[in-house]
């Protein structure tokens, strides 16, 4: 509660390195953000485009690290098989699932643009 704003960020990316060394989803997004962002920078993507493709991608990275979040407060809560916790974690999957959409829709339309030059 009474912690300094720097070690709020220090542990936010503690989070984020968690995150990427335990999750394979996000390792695979992070992956395919990286990915992109170099296909972007060499096919010369006006600065422009990069305003959406950040926002697409931080989506799919926040989204991802929420969902990794709920699952651990939920197997803190029970080990157990449970209907309300499994539909718990399948929401906030599929939070995940529409935010990847977004993120592939919107670098297809980037790239969609680059023909069009």
Not at 42 to 63: D, H
Not at 94 to 103: D, R
Request: proline share 1%; hydrophobic share 55%; with cysteine.
């Amino acid at each position: 509660k009474n912690a300094t704003f720097w070690d709020s960020i220090k542990w936010a990316f503690s989070g984020m390195i968690y995150a990427m060394k335990t999750e394979k989803n996000f390792k695979y997004y992070f992956g395919i953000g990286i990915f992109f962002f170099i296909v972007n920078t060499l096919c010369r993507v006006e600065l422009a485009y990069y305003i959406p493709y950040f926002i697409a991608a931080g989506g799919v990275f926040s989204t991802e690290l929420i969902n990794t979040a709920i699952e651990h407060a939920a197997n803190v809560i029970t080990k157990d098989i449970c209907v309300e916790i499994k539909l718990i974690k399948d929401i906030a999957a599929g939070a995940v699932l529409f935010s990847g959409i977004v993120y592939f829709i919107v670098e297809f339309f980037i790239m969609s643009f680059l023909s069009f030059q």
